[in-house]
């Protein structure tokens, strides 16, 4: 076990904290963890990484440097960073619908 600096928390107890509170927005999502990080498996496109400083997430794509473009949180705020999470879902929502025989198990 590796020792928490301040204004750190564990990787996972961090995910399944921004896991809960995306629950709040009823946004389901699953939390995996390995090599010491979680990730938070939110849609498609959607991944929310965390080493327990941080949550990052890929926003868009920048097309001249040919590279993602990520955006980060602190991972002592699960509520604020969910909802900043809940507005790219919902971007991603409106770009990558569910599939027809998905969309009535899906909250809108």
């Known amino acids: 076990m590796t020792a928490l600096f301040v ?3 564990g990787p996972v107890d961090a995910a399944e904290a921004l896991r ?3 629950a709040e ?3 389901t999502a699953d939390v995996h963890d390995g090599y010491g990080l979680a990730v938070v498996s939110v849609w498609a496109d959607l991944l929310v990484w965390c080493d327990g400083r ?6 868009e794509w920048n097309a001249r440097q040919r590279r ?5 949180h ?8 969910a909802q900043r999470v809940a507005l790219r879902y ?3 929502r409106r770009e990558h619908p ?6 009535s198990a899906c909250p809108q």
Do not use: C, K, M, N
Request: cysteine-free; glycine content about 2%; charged content about 25%.
């Open 7 to 9: 204004g750190e928390v």
């Open 20 to 22: 809960t509170a995306l």
């Open 25 to 27: 927005h009823e946004i």
């Open 54 to 59: 941080r949550f990052w997430w890929r926003t």
């Open 68 to 72: 993602p473009i990520y955006a980060w």
């Open 74 to 81: 602190s991972a002592l705020e699960p509520v604020q960073a």
């Open 90 to 92: 919902a971007d991603l």
């Open 98 to 103: 569910a599939r027809p025989e998905e969309r």
